[in-house]
């Protein structure tokens, strides 16, 4: 037997268990579901929800990111699978240091360990597709290095088959929303996330775009130190996200990190076309000044200008209250068979999404007090959008959605007090899409990010 059949049949095997680990708790929702459906059985969601998360989350894997994202897409799932499925924490148990060596004697030889003056035998963080060990160059510069887990690729793809199965589970009970476009892009995205060369050029990209961002720190990838599997970078000083706030932190700082995390993710979208997909708290470190470190680039979505333009064509829309430009804007996005009704149904997002920036004032994100609205809106979309006949989102929409509303819950969570409004304004104040398309073209070619799949 060769060694490349010997890998497929690990491969495949590696597969076989993972579906069998899964399955389960994914047929049980089918057979809930259909109970339900079919002969009335009331099921008890919630309880079977906890079991789900169970489940994934001790998975090394890509799932739980899907769920977590899924859990703030409206209607992707049910109420009670998204609100359990929301807690997941993307932190695996760590490989220990037989699997260290062997990942490193792989990726950059035999004497590996001897192109480094320190390396850490103990992971300093661990999450879904790898783990990262602290380090120290000769020339002593610190840095962080990413080790994908093994059999990465074969644990995607039995991923990417359950969430297939389950969205469509869904879609038979409910309809108002067609799933093919976004289980298109996640697979498409999360299967880019195993390209550790891929994320390398899209630090240096974001490290490009964010280059006059003073309150915004992107790591440095290493030169001769990266591979598809690891990813060797400089190491930023932060403190999470989450324990800063848990120590209360003064109005004036919260600010300072809610401002530059507006800034690090839609400079790039409307200057450049290009946006962080992965929202998640974790992916932020708070630096004593208020300034933020941005981690983790596995998931960089680049947009068409036409894409970006509709963006702002539906802002001036809900603005003005005009329904046949929200219309236009929403077919420049690549909705399509959209009835008078189904518009008048994505409005009612839209309102939610852009109302901050309508207001030339200082504000909270959010000025309810009910910390349900957003799913209460969703619900009335959603609604509106089964009475008309459902929609089928667009892939770029996927992405950008999820941004908007991933980056929305951290403004609420920081308590930001900010004109948002002046904020948008500074970003499209000279837009144009060509000028959009001549500087995402540049730096695509600058950081020499590989084309999408």
Same mark, same amino acid.
């Given at each position: ?54 489940? $994934? ?256 064509? $539906? ?37 939610? $999404? ?72 500074? $970003? ?26």
């Amino acid at each position: 037997m060769s060694g490349s059949d010997g890998e497929n049949r690990a491969s495949l095997f590696g597969e076989l268990r993972r579906l069998a680990r899964t399955s389960g708790a994914v047929g049980g929702i089918a057979a809930r579901v259909a109970g339900e459906r079919v002969f009335g059985i009331r099921a008890d969601r919630a309880s079977h929800a906890e079991d789900l998360k169970t489940v $994934l989350g001790g998975l090394k894997g890509p799932l739980m990111k899907v769920a977590q994202f899924l859990s703030t897409v409206p209607d992707a799932l049910p109420a009670e699978y998204a609100a359990e499925l929301a807690e997941l924490q993307a932190n695996a148990p760590p490989m220990g240091w037989a699997f260290v060596r062997r990942r490193m004697v792989a990726e950059l030889g035999p004497d590996w360990l001897g192109r480094f003056a320190e390396f850490s035998h103990e992971a300093a963080a661990a999450a879904s597709l790898g783990q990262v060990h602290r380090a120290r160059l000769p020339d002593g510069t610190d840095v962080a290095c990413k080790l994908q887990y093994p059999d990465m690729a074969s644990t995607v793809e039995a991923d990417l088959r359950q969430l297939r199965v389950a969205m469509a589970i869904y879609h038979r009970m409910d309809n108002a929303i067609q799933h093919d476009e976004i289980y298109t892009e996640l697979a498409e995205r999360l299967r880019e996330e195993l390209d550790y060369v891929r994320e390398a050029a899209q630090m240096r990209l974001y490290a490009l775009m964010l280059q006059d961002e003073a309150s915004v720190h992107v790591p440095r990838p290493i030169a001769g130190y990266c591979t598809r599997r690891l990813l060797t970078m400089t190491w930023l000083d932060g403190r999470a996200l989450m324990r800063r706030l848990e120590e209360e932190p003064g109005q004036d700082e919260r600010n300072r990190i809610a401002t530059a995390l507006f800034r690090a993710w839609y400079v790039p979208f409307y200057r450049y076309g290009i946006i962080h997909g992965d929202p998640h708290l974790g992916n932020y470190q708070v630096r004593p000044d208020g300034s933020v470190n941005l981690l983790d680039f596995g998931a960089i979505r680049v947009f068409p200008s036409r894409f970006v333009e509709g963006v702002i064509l $539906l802002y001036e829309a809900v603005r003005d209250q005009d329904e046949e430009k929200a219309h236009h804007a929403y077919e420049t996005w690549g909705f399509t068979d959209l009835t008078r009704d189904k518009t008048a149904a994505l409005n009612l997002w839209a309102k939610f $999404l852009y109302e901050p920036l309508m207001q030339d004032r200082v504000r909270r994100i959010q000025e309810t007090n009910d910390p349900q609205f957003g799913r209460a809106v969703a619900e009335q979309v959603h609604a509106a959008l089964k009475r008309s006949g459902g929609v089928k989102p667009p892939r770029e929409f996927v992405l950008m959605d999820r941004s908007a509303i991933g980056l929305g819950s951290v403004f609420l969570r920081l308590g930001a007090e900010l004109n948002w409004f002046r904020l948008f304004q500074d $970003l499209i104040a000279d837009f144009t899409p060509e000028a959009l398309a001549a500087r995402q073209a540049a730096a695509l070619v600058a950081a020499d990010v590989p084309a999408a799949a």
